[in-house]
């Protein structure tokens, strides 16, 4: 398990007057507090995801489109494109990093993240297998494809690498090992059917754009259940970090606490992964983030992965909205750019006997 | 004996099974020959040469392995000989090439990286030569012999980008591995989204060209690719004595005389260039660079990864590949790279799950 180094600096006793910094009460109060001001980031992202995009338009006009809905052209574009968007990225960047969490505790691997571990593979696979043999298209009909894909390299891939002996250094070999399969099959579908090739290229880049209120009610449920098993796990989770033998000791039920982490991870990652396409790197680089605010609690992971993954999804589309005005650059594209280095730095900086 | 010894053997440096070595002596002059590696290495030629024979006569025009062998030897009928000598040899030398450049290059990079997995898929190579045709198809739509120029500069940039990015006071193995998975992810967004930019029939292309194809390749793609291996070939095989001593650590291998320095800068151009010639003619094919030489190693039993042998499975292995491919979807369609790709996902989950019953990875 991870432990940053700041998380250490709660243990140093402050001045004698205040509370000592170090009791959980004080440590508690901080947190609520950094939730508070999460929470209000998020708000900031929301704001901007609405307000900018390739039409510009003013602040008032925003507004108006928000509230006094009269049929005028921005009106249109705020209410069923910009929302629905926001309201998508809001959920799917959720789920991504709280998905993140559970499985970076779940496998004790600080670079497990669900595209690299193969899930989003497994999604796509299932999902053009759908397009091609079974002429699925549309969204509601892509979920169930995606969270079968999903859940079958989870077990798998945490079959092979994720028990006993793993490390990290198993478990994302084992991804890319099966990635490189499910992306044969993949490339096999698509390249004896074009009409699948043409739609998966859209899907396969992670894209938040083609949202609408439809999608976001089709994947609630989904989402919703996903997140409740997490929460529920959240404890047990705890336990396990310190070990199978202590956390049996402690009272942790092994077997019922992965399946249940497992569950939630597949229904997360899958419901997300079929409405945006695979977005790399914010289940990976977010956890680490909260960690380094929060300490090692997964009762307070949890809740700050859910509210700061938007903010990274979110903040990502504005970035990709601006960059290349007026195309657009899909968001997968720039959680890759920003998570790539962020990974490859996680890797320099920690020892090899951890690796 | 612990049942676990073979195993071991199978995976790393000690051999409690190995071969015992034939000498032949001339004069002043011996030279010890592994009598094992000696009827693998036949082996794996026939079957590469009897598969050849069977992906010739494979196609839409279908021609009996004896009808090949009449046309190759100059005594078939002009119709046949068109078919087999113009179109379809070409391509079963380009494979055979590419499948031999491919298993040697892995085998060099694997024994200089001390590692299975120090292959060039696995630091990037494959995807970073992918990024470079889709540059050159959507970007700059070039004709093909750009292709695979972008094709080979991607990949040697990325290749060195990741060597680079996992220097820290020298390349850790798995440090090198980590960072090639993290950048290969970045580059396939950045490939997803040239294809998504690219019109229709630009990304259809592209598809094919980077998961590596061999379909359409004439005589101008031999050529380079077998110059590339004459010179090459025989000078990884003249170092090849020295790079397997370097395997016992940089101390020992002084000791015993070898330049290691110097043996180790030409192993890795060696293997780089052999790399980019094969993905010159036939595109980043995926995991016989990982899958060859380790497959010829086991076969071979030989304490070490070694050159030849992995050359001659890695020709073997593609050529079967490609007759798989062939035979799946008979359309041709499906490119090499598919079958190859996996073939190759299959063998490295494998290998995690026999490896870690040997406590290994």
Known sequence: ?355 | MSPALPRRAASGTSAPRRARPGVLRRGGLSLAVERRSLVVCAVLLVTALAFSIVLIGTGDYRIAPLDVLRSLTGHGNPGQDFVVRQLRLPRVVVALLVGASLGMAGAAFQTVARNPLGSPDVIGFGQGSAAGALVVIVLLKGPAWQVSLGAVAGGLLTGLAVYLLAWKNGVHGYRLVLVGIGGSAVLSAVNSYLLVRADFVDAARAVVWITGSLDGRDWSQVRPLLAADLVLMPLLLGHGRALRITEMGDDAAHALGVRVERTRLVAVLAAVLLTAAATAAAGPIAFIALTAPQLARRLTRSPGVALAPAALMGAALLVVADWAAQRTFPSGQVPVGVATGVLGGGYLLWLLVTERRAGRI
Do not use: K
């Open chain 1, 1 to 355: 398990m991870l432990v940053d180094r700041d998380s250490t600096r709660t243990a140093d006793p402050g001045p004698p007057d205040t509370p000592p910094r170090g009791s959980p009460a004080a440590a508690d109060a901080r947190r609520a507090a950094g939730l508070v001001l999460a929470l209000v980031l998020l708000a900031a992202v929301c704001v901007a995801s609405v307000a900018i995009g390739a039409r510009s338009m003013a602040v008032g006009d925003v507004w108006h489109g928000l509230f006094h809905y009269s049929g005028t052209d921005d009106d249109v574009v705020v209410r069923q494109l910009r929302v629905p968007r926001t309201v998508l990225g809001l959920m799917a960047g959720a789920a991504l990093g709280v998905a993140g969490a559970v499985m970076q505790a779940l496998t004790r691997n600080p670079l497990a993240d669900p595209g690299l571990l193969g899930v989003n593979a497994g999604a796509a696979a299932a999902v053009v297998s759908g397009i091609s043999f079974l002429g699925v298209t549309s969204t509601t009909g892509y979920v169930w494809f995606a969270l079968a894909g999903a859940a079958a390299v989870s077990v798998l891939v945490y079959a092979i690498g994720g028990t006993r002996s793993a490390t990290p250094v198993r478990l994302a070999l084992a991804g890319t090992a099966v990635t490189a399969l499910l992306q044969g099959w993949t490339s096999a579908v698509e390249l004896t059917d074009r009409v699948a090739l043409d739609r998966m290229r859209f899907w396969q880049v992670g894209s938040l754009a083609s949202a609408s209120m439809a999608t976001v009610r089709d994947v609630a449920p989904f989402l919703g259940a996903g997140a409740l098993l997490a929460f529920a796990a959240a404890r047990p989770l705890n336990a396990i970090a310190l070990g199978d033998d202590t956390a049996r000791g402690l009272g942790a039920r092994l077997t019922r606490t992965r399946v249940l982490a497992m569950a939630a991870i597949t229904l997360l990652c899958g419901t997300a992964t079929a409405a945006c396409g695979p977005i790399v790197f914010v289940g990976l680089m977010v956890p680490h983030v909260v960690r380094g605010i929060t300490g090692p609690d997964m009762r307070w992971i949890l809740p700050y992965a859910a509210v700061l993954s938007p903010v990274l999804l979110l903040g990502s589309d504005v970035i990709g909205r601006v960059v290349t005005r007026p195309a657009e650059l899909q968001v997968g594209i720039v959680t890759a750019v920003i998570g790539g280095p962020v990974f490859i730095a996680l890797v320099r900086r920690r020892r090899m006997a951890e690796l």
